[in-house]
C-alpha cells in the first residue's frame, strides 16, 4: 500500500492545477504499464518544464511550512517515473497516493 501525501502538499498541488490553466493535472488514481491494476498519484503536465515551475509556485504559497514542502515535492518528484500522457506527460509515484481528505479539482 502507498503513502498519502501531505494534505498541505495536496492543497497546494490543488491550488497549483487550478492556477495553471490545465498546464498541471492530478490523476490519484494512475494505473500505467506494467503496473497490473495498481494505483498510485500522478501529476501530469503540458510539458515537463512545467514540473519544475512548481518549486517556483510554492514560494507563493504562504505555507509557513515552506522548507518542509519543498523536501516532500522533492522526494515526491526523484521518486517519479514517467510516461507519455494523451498530450502531455505523466510523473508518477508508485509509492505516493492521494490523502483521502482532500478533493481533487474539478476538470
Not at 522533492?74 to 510523473?91: N, T, V
Request: charged share 20%.
Amino acid at each position: 500500500m502507498s503513502n498519502a501525501i501531505s494534505v498541505e502538499l495536496a492543497e497546494f498541488l490543488v491550488s497549483a492545477a487550478d492556477e495553471s490553466s490545465g498546464e498541471i493535472g492530478i490523476d490519484a488514481s494512475y494505473s500505467g504499464r506494467c503496473m497490473y491494476g495498481q494505483t498510485c498519484l500522478g501529476l501530469t503536465f503540458e510539458n515537463i518544464q512545467s514540473a519544475f515551475g512548481l518549486f517556483e509556485s510554492l514560494r507563493y504559497f504562504g505555507s509557513s511550512n515552506f522548507v518542509n514542502l519543498t523536501h516532500e515535492l522533492a522526494d515526491f518528484l526523484a521518486g517519479c517515473s514517467k510516461d507519455g500522457y494523451g498530450y502531455g506527460e505523466i510523473l508518477y509515484n508508485t509509492s505516493k497516493s492521494w490523502p483521502a481528505e482532500v478533493l481533487l479539482p474539478k476538470d
